[in-house]
Structure formats: structure tokens, C-alpha cells
């Protein structure tokens, strides 16, 4: 039977376990960073776009005031007696 004398120390061991762990955790740290920056990306795009709702919504409202104001929403033809009684009557 082989027997082989391996020395290990055991601050190297321990060093090496360290270095390991936080390259272990570099890759995860990266793509949660790039996930989050996704997201603050989709919340700025999501706030804009409740923005412009709320600003159509906002135009909305003014123009349905402004119909209400109008008491009668018909233009009539006729806009005075003064031009009623300027029009040529065909017969000159």
C-alpha cells in the first residue's frame, strides 16, 4: 500500500478557502446588481407612463368641464340679425 506524506498548512488551507468563497461570489453579485439596475429601469419607465395617463386623464376632465359650461352645444346657423338682413336675396 502506497503511503504518501502530505503536509498541508492549514493558513494556506484557510486562506485558499476565503479567496474561493468571494470568487464564488462575485458572478452572483454581478448579475444581482444588473438585475436590480433592470429593475429601477422598469419602475422609472412604469412612473413615466402613470404620468402621461394622469395627464390625458387630466386634459379629459378640463374638456368635459368645458362642455358642461356650454349651455347649448348646437352652433347656429344664423349668427346675428345684422347678417340676416345684409344677405342678397338673389333678385337684384
Known amino acids: 500500500m502506497p503511503y504518501f506524506d502530505l503536509t498541508l498548512n492549514i493558513?494556506?488551507?484557510?486562506?485558499?478557502?476565503?479567496?474561493?468563497?468571494?470568487?464564488?461570489?462575485?458572478?452572483?453579485?454581478?448579475?444581482?446588481?444588473?438585475?436590480?439596475?433592470?429593475?429601477?429601469?422598469?419602475?422609472?419607465?412604469?412612473?413615466?407612463?402613470?404620468?402621461?395617463v394622469l395627464d390625458s386623464q387630466r386634459e379629459y376632465i378640463q374638456l368635459e368641464?368645458?362642455?358642461?359650461?356650454?349651455t347649448n352645444p348646437v352652433i347656429p346657423m344664423k349668427s346675428s340679425?345684422?347678417?340676416e338682413n345684409n344677405r342678397p336675396t338673389g333678385t337684384d
Open 11 to 52: 493558513y494556506i488551507l484557510g486562506l485558499l478557502m476565503i479567496v474561493s468563497f468571494f470568487l464564488g461570489t462575485l458572478p452572483r453579485k454581478r448579475d444581482l446588481g444588473k438585475k436590480q439596475r433592470k429593475i429601477i429601469e422598469l419602475e422609472r419607465e412604469l412612473v413615466s407612463a402613470y404620468a402621461e
Open 65 to 70: 368641464a368645458k362642455m358642461k359650461d356650454i
Open 81 to 83: 340679425k345684422l347678417e
